[in-house]
């Protein structure tokens, strides 16, 4: 599978960010009540690094979303196929998504948890591709900021597929 991509970020660039974030987020969040809310699927080796590797007492949960229309682009109508399990009302809720394309589902995902009062909502992101953007969503934390390719590797798919490569790479069908 690796033949088909051309790296773009090493396992050791993404570890090193990784640190830098979870340090950030120790430093940002300290004493506060916070809930760390994963999107499935693509989230999943970034959650698993990003919470080890801050330093504080905090509770992890699961959403998974998906935006149907067909395409390879997402139309903005998110449907929540599994829910938090946790209550985010009055504490600090931050959402952790592997990549940020057009933003729309961000943007609904965002206002969906806002009707719930957290106390505060803030997104971190691995990925950023701005030039994409269709929607203005605030990115409070950006792991790397990337140009317009379609990538995959560590939890990013083609077709459901290449999540588990180790690094992030530029897909060549
Ligand atoms: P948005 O609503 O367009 O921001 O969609 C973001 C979602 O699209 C991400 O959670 C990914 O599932 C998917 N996506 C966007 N760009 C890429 C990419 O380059 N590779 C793999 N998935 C992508
Ligand atoms: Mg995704």
């Known amino acids: ?26 430093a940002d969040y300290a004493g506060k009540d916070l809930v760390m809310v994963g999107l499935l699927n693509g989230v999943y080796p970034f959650f698993a690094d990003l919470t080890r590797a801050t330093a504080l007492e905090f509770e992890v949960s699961f959403m998974q979303v998906s935006s149907y229309g067909g395409g390879t682009e997402s139309t903005g109508e998110v449907h929540i196929l599994k829910d938090l399990d946790a209550s985010i009302q009055g504490r ?16 609904k995902v965002r206002n969906l948890l806002l009707d719930r009062e957290p106390a505060s909502l803030k997104i971190c992101t691995l990925l950023d591709k701005p030039s994409r953007r ?40």
């Open 1 to 26: 599978m690796r033949d088909r991509t051309t790296p773009l970020l090493t396992e050791a660039q993404i570890q090193t960010r990784v640190r830098e974030l979870g340090a950030q987020l120790a």
């Open 134 to 173: 269709r929607v203005e969503v605030p990115v409070d934390y950006i792991g790397f900021t990337i140009e317009d390719h379609f990538v995959v590797g560590y939890g990013l798919d083609y077709n459901g597929k290449l999540r588990n490569l180790p690094y992030v790479g530029v897909y060549h069908p």
């Open 92 to 107: 600090h809720a931050l959402v952790v998504e592997d990549i940020v394309d057009t933003g729309l589902t961000l943007f």
